[in-house]
């Protein structure tokens, strides 16, 4: 049984409505044995720091006035959350704790932490309960009784056998965050935005599948989405740059959060308690995601020199001041930033070997992959002088270019800097292979095409590749002038060099369109896969591909959040496997498919009318370029074996060509042999369909050659391509000569199927056809 931890941030308490969302979240993603780890309602720690602050400057009206705000907030919470009998036990129990706060206060004997615990353990104690007003056995559990440190340490065997004893899989466990004991029972906390860390510590202890971080963001973003509507929700980040953007402060996720899960299987998530519908963010090992572009930004900080810092010294410093403190070292210095607020508490604990460089600093960091450091660095000066902002102080390492100004970065601000430092990396890298007959006309069209695509992401064609030559431009060819660039600057082609060069560019999104009719190409595809290549295929090789292969692809572009298009590969340009992909996500089922998937064999079997025979119009037919350079390939019928195999795929079916039976539309016998040899016997391939034509006209019947599929209730399936006798009304018999047509049957279009008729090959229309995969993948990039 899985067992995951769900984390709700104050964000998603901040009210009584909140309550009652997170409760529908608990109901419907929870089961007995789960924890729920909450925070503090909304700002109710920020308002319990300002308690603690008032109490040390002896305000006794401002003490006073916080506590009656604290009393409000919750009373409000419980009034609005519970009957009348429960209601009055939790507001007793409320007063009593405030009162014993009161009096801690005269008595001079408040402690900070004991007083910070009470958000938590408020939220712990109303969302059980009101999950157990719903009907849903749940439990508040103080986590203290769970979490002992020992010199700011945890107890990690110690934790973890509290929590086996304590957590069973009897409840759902309500969970404290944010608050720990030490060994003399004394309340510690794990720091500002420390529930997170409560979640992954707890998931570690009681060996959970997945943590899910619920907040008020649908994710993590390339910036904070509240201050940037352009902000980009990032589906997967890599724990490392995660790691680096919770050092620095950002507040989507506490600075330890992630090493809880070090080494370990358990999946960490970040998706919001507002939206529930919306994809979370995963935060990935290394490698399953490249990395991306952040900007965070600072506010209030001292830039704080310290002499010489000893390991964990950061640690215990931030543990003092409940807030991440982020350090470096530049020019052979140690520099700490701390929130000004808490400046003066830093440098009396390090007692003298500290001094301020530069106080009520602001400003921000860029977080990028570490080849773009440098420039990012330069183009955020630049921007920065553009806006009259001074810059302070500046640092860069290799992840990251810091910089602490004398002004605010307000939305306005931020917004620029993101849009060019950000939103520039919202590009997607197009490399063509395949220049041949369909692949020259989409690469014609491109010009247009890319145009158009470019008012809404930035779209550059970076590569062109021919089975000998390539022609490689990490900045964009040319589209206008590709011919001649093509002449100048293209060198020798080799796998190898392909795939190094993919893996060099510098773009947030990569797709490579194969409209080669290389197999051997297609076999690339996990190399392509792993350098982080959406994939959109004018070929069937790889999606006919031999079963364990392809569905080993599938869970590689899976794992990536990559996409696969190859609509052109059946019907061309005609949206067959757009329309299957709607019904199934629709909700609906496809039971049957029945059609002719090509036009060489849609041609010959509706023009056949017994005036000629059947070999001279297959002869007429190659003559116009309607069949590959040997008609008896149509004939094979392997080609529409490939296609409805793709579909039966395409409907969630898991069959090998092997699995389609074949039924070929000439005698076996004429297969094998030269072109010249079929030509002496081409009687025989006469004989053969007259004969079959017969048999049509005696039934009342047309001979066509189609591919059909019919799903079973069952989830079994039946498939054939071969000869079929249909009624002359029918849709297959009237089909326009060269045409293709799908027949869908579904649980929605049962009695009166679903048609879809046109052209089946060409080039411009297969050519269009790539360029509605690209432009679909673009719109899911954006
Ligand atoms: P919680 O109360 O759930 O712990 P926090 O307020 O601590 O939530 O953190 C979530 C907030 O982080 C968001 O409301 C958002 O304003 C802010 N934030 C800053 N940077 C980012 C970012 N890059 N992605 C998502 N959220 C961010
Ligand atoms: N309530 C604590 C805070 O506001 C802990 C948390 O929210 O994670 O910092
Ligand atoms: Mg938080």
């Given at each position: 049984?899985?067992?995951?931890?769900?984390?709700?941030?104050?964000?998603?308490?901040?009210?009584?409505?909140?309550?009652?969302?997170?409760?529908?979240?608990?109901?419907?993603?929870?089961?007995?044995?789960?924890?729920?780890?909450?925070?503090?309602?909304?700002?109710?720690?920020?308002?319990?720091?300002?308690?603690?602050?008032?109490?040390?400057?002896?305000?006794?009206?401002?003490?006073?006035?916080?506590?009656?705000?604290?009393?409000?907030?919750?009373?409000?919470?419980?009034?609005?959350?519970?009957?009348?009998?429960?209601?009055?036990?939790?507001?007793?129990?409320?007063?009593?704790?405030?009162?014993?706060?009161?009096?801690?206060?005269?008595?001079?004997?408040?402690?900070?932490?004991?007083?910070?615990?009470?958000?938590?353990?408020?939220?712990?104690?109303?969302?059980?309960?009101?999950?157990?007003?719903?009907?849903?056995?749940?439990?508040?559990?103080?986590?203290?009784?769970?979490?002992?440190?020992?010199?700011?340490?945890?107890?990690?065997?110690?934790?973890?056998?509290?929590?086996?004893?304590?957590?069973?899989?009897?409840?759902?466990?309500?969970?404290?965050?944010?608050?720990?004991?030490?060994?003399?029972?004394?309340?510690?906390?794990?720091?500002?935005?420390?529930?997170?860390?409560?979640?992954?510590?707890?998931?570690?202890?009681?060996?959970?599948?997945?943590?899910?971080?619920?907040?008020?963001?649908?994710?993590?973003?390339?910036?904070?989405?509240?201050?940037?509507?352009?902000?980009?929700?990032?589906?997967?980040?890599?724990?490392?740059?995660?790691?680096?953007?919770?050092?620095?402060?950002?507040?989507?996720?506490?600075?330890?959060?992630?090493?809880?899960?070090?080494?370990?299987?358990?999946?960490?998530?970040?998706?919001?308690?507002?939206?529930?519908?919306?994809?979370?963010?995963e935060i990935v090992k290394e490698g399953y995601s490249k990395a991306k572009r952040?900007?965070?930004?600072?506010?209030?900080?001292?830039?704080?020199?310290?002499?010489?810092?000893?390991?964990?010294?950061?640690?215990?410093?931030?543990?003092?001041?409940?807030?991440?403190?982020?350090?470096?070292?530049?020019?052979?210095?140690?520099?700490?930033?701390?929130?000004?607020?808490?400046?003066?508490?830093?440098?009396?604990?390090?007692?003298?070997?500290?001094?301020?460089?530069?106080?009520?600093?602001?400003?921000?960091?860029?977080?990028?992959?570490?080849?773009?450091?440098?420039?990012?660095?330069?183009?955020?000066?630049?921007?920065?002088?553009?806006?009259?902002?001074?810059?302070?102080?500046?640092?860069?390492?290799?992840?990251?270019?810091?910089?602490?100004?004398?002004?605010?970065?307000?939305?306005?601000?931020?917004?620029?800097?993101?849009?060019?430092?950000?939103?520039?990396?919202?590009?997607?890298?197009?490399?063509?292979?395949?220049?041949?007959?369909?692949?020259?006309?989409?690469?014609?069209?491109?010009?247009?095409?890319?145009?158009?695509?470019?008012?809404?992401?930035?779209?550059?064609?970076?590569?062109?590749?021919?089975?000998?030559?390539?022609?490689?431009?990490?900045?964009?060819?040319?589209?206008?002038?590709?011919?001649?660039?093509?002449?100048?600057?293209?060198?020798?082609?080799?796998?190898?060099?392909?795939?190094?060069?993919?893996?060099?560019?510098?773009?947030?999104?990569?797709?490579?369109?194969?409209?080669?009719?290389?197999?051997?190409?297609?076999?690339?595809?996990?190399?392509?896969?792993?350098?982080?290549?959406?994939?959109?295929?004018?070929?069937?090789?790889?999606?006919?591909?031999?079963?364990?292969?392809?569905?080993?692809?599938r869970e590689q572009l899976n794992e990536r959040s990559l996409h696969w298009r190859?609509?052109?590969?059946?019907?061309?340009?005609?949206?067959?496997?757009?329309?299957?992909?709607?019904?199934?996500?629709?909700?609906?089922?496809?039971?049957?498919?029945?059609?002719?998937?090509?036009?060489?064999?849609?041609?010959?079997?509706?023009?056949?009318?017994?005036?000629?025979?059947?070999?001279?119009?297959?002869?007429?037919?190659?003559?116009?370029?309607?069949?590959?350079?040997?008609?008896?390939?149509?004939?094979?019928?392997?080609?529409?074996?490939?296609?409805?195999?793709?579909?039966?795929?395409?409907?969630?079916?898991?069959?090998?060509?092997?699995?389609?039976?074949?039924?070929?539309?000439?005698?076996?016998?004429?297969?094998?042999?030269?072109?010249?040899?079929?030509?002496?016997?081409?009687?025989?391939?006469?004989?053969?369909?007259?004969?079959?034509?017969?048999?049509?006209?005696?039934?009342?019947?047309?001979?066509?050659?189609?591919?059909?599929?019919?799903?079973?209730?069952?989830?079994?399936?039946?498939?054939?391509?071969?000869?079929?006798?249909?009624?002359?009304?029918?849709?297959?018999?009237?089909?326009?000569?060269?045409?293709?047509?799908?027949?869908?049957?579904?649980?929605?279009?049962?009695?009166?199927?679903?048609?879809?008729?046109?052209?089946?090959?060409?080039?411009?229309?297969?050519?269009?056809?790539?360029?509605?995969?690209?432009?679909?993948?673009?719109?899911?990039?954006?």
């Amino acid at each position: 049984m899985t067992k995951v931890v769900h984390k709700f941030g104050g964000s998603s308490l901040s009210s009584a409505e909140r309550y009652q969302a997170v409760a529908q979240i608990v109901l419907s993603h929870c089961r007995a044995g789960d924890c729920v780890v909450v925070s503090a309602a909304g700002k109710t720690t920020n308002t319990l720091v300002k308690l603690w602050e008032s109490y040390q400057q002896d305000d006794s009206q401002g003490f006073s006035d916080i506590l009656l705000q604290v009393e409000n907030h919750q009373a409000e919470l419980i009034r609005a959350l519970f009957e009348s009998q429960q209601q009055h036990t939790l507001l007793e129990q409320l007063d009593l704790e405030l009162q014993r706060i009161t009096s801690h206060a005269k008595q001079d004997t408040l402690h900070e932490a004991t007083l910070l615990a009470h958000g938590e353990l408020w939220s712990a104690r109303l969302l059980a309960c009101y999950l157990s007003q719903l009907g849903f056995a749940a439990e508040h559990v103080d986590a203290r009784n769970l979490f002992t440190l020992h010199h700011g340490q945890l107890l990690h065997q110690q934790n973890k056998q509290a929590c086996m004893e304590r957590l069973k899989d009897t409840s759902l466990y309500v969970v404290t965050g944010f608050i720990a004991s030490d060994v003399e029972k004394n309340t510690v906390t794990l720091g500002r935005n420390g529930s997170d860390y409560s979640a992954t510590l707890l998931a570690s202890y009681i060996d959970a599948d997945a943590v899910s971080i619920w907040t008020d963001t649908q994710g993590v973003f390339s910036t904070d989405p509240r201050k940037v509507a352009n902000a980009i929700k990032y589906p997967k980040v890599c724990r490392a740059q995660a790691h680096l953007l919770a050092r620095l402060g950002n507040p989507v996720l506490h600075a330890k959060t992630l090493s809880p899960l070090k080494h370990s299987k358990i999946k960490l998530q970040v998706r919001s308690s507002f939206d529930v519908e919306s994809p979370p963010t995963e935060i990935v090992k290394e490698g399953y995601s490249k990395a991306k572009r952040f900007i965070t930004t600072f506010e209030d900080l001292d830039l704080v020199r310290v002499d010489a810092i000893a390991p964990g010294e950061v640690g215990q410093l931030s543990q003092i001041i409940q807030h991440s403190i982020h350090h470096f070292s530049a020019q052979g210095e140690t520099f700490i930033l701390v929130p000004a607020q808490s400046t003066h508490r830093v440098l009396k604990a390090l007692s003298g070997r500290a001094n301020i460089v530069e106080s009520a600093l602001q400003g921000f960091a860029v977080v990028a992959p570490s080849a773009n450091i440098a420039q990012l660095q330069a183009q955020a000066a630049q921007l920065l002088h553009e806006q009259n902002i001074v810059v302070r102080f500046n640092h860069k390492d290799n992840e990251y270019a810091l910089f602490l100004t004398d002004q605010a970065i307000d939305s306005d601000v931020l917004a620029i800097l993101h849009d060019k430092l950000v939103n520039k990396g919202r590009e997607l890298a197009v490399v063509i292979a395949g220049l041949g007959n369909v692949g020259e006309v989409f690469v014609n069209q491109c010009q247009r095409q890319v145009a158009h695509l470019q008012q809404q992401f930035d779209v550059k064609v970076v590569a062109l590749l021919r089975s000998k030559k390539m022609l490689f431009s990490a900045n964009g060819i040319s589209l206008s002038a590709w011919q001649q660039q093509w002449q100048n600057e293209s060198v020798d082609y080799n796998n190898e060099d392909l795939i190094e060069r993919i893996g060099e560019l510098d773009y947030e999104h990569k797709v490579v369109i194969d409209i080669t009719a290389s197999e051997e190409f297609s076999k690339l595809y996990p190399q392509l896969v792993k350098q982080d290549c959406h994939l959109i295929s004018a070929n069937k090789y790889a999606g006919t591909a031999e079963s364990t292969w392809y569905q080993q692809l599938r869970e590689q572009l899976n794992e990536r959040s990559l996409h696969w298009r190859y609509n052109t590969s059946v019907g061309a340009g005609l949206p067959i496997n757009f329309a299957l992909a709607d019904l199934q996500h629709s909700g609906d089922k496809v039971t049957q498919i029945e059609g002719v998937f090509s036009g060489t064999l849609s041609w010959l079997c509706s023009s056949f009318d017994g005036s000629k025979p059947f070999s001279s119009l297959v002869l007429e037919a190659k003559d116009m370029g309607y069949t590959e350079p040997d008609p008896r390939e149509d004939l094979s019928g392997r080609d529409m074996q490939r296609k409805l195999l793709i579909l039966a795929r395409d409907i969630g079916l898991t069959l090998d060509l092997a699995d389609i039976e074949l039924e070929p539309l000439m005698p076996d016998d004429l297969a094998q042999g030269s072109w010249d040899e079929f030509l002496a016997r081409k009687g025989e391939l006469d004989s053969f369909y007259e004969h079959l034509y017969q048999q049509g006209i005696t039934q009342d019947k047309v001979l066509r050659y189609t591919g059909s599929l019919q799903v079973f209730a069952s989830g079994k399936a039946k498939a054939k391509v071969g000869i079929a006798y249909v009624d002359k009304s029918s849709a297959i018999a009237n089909l326009t000569p060269g045409d293709n047509i799908f027949v869908i049957k579904s649980v929605w279009y049962e009695d009166n199927p679903l048609v879809l008729q046109g052209p089946g090959a060409g080039k411009e229309v297969t050519a269009a056809g790539v360029h509605s995969d690209l432009y679909w993948l673009v719109q899911r990039l954006k």
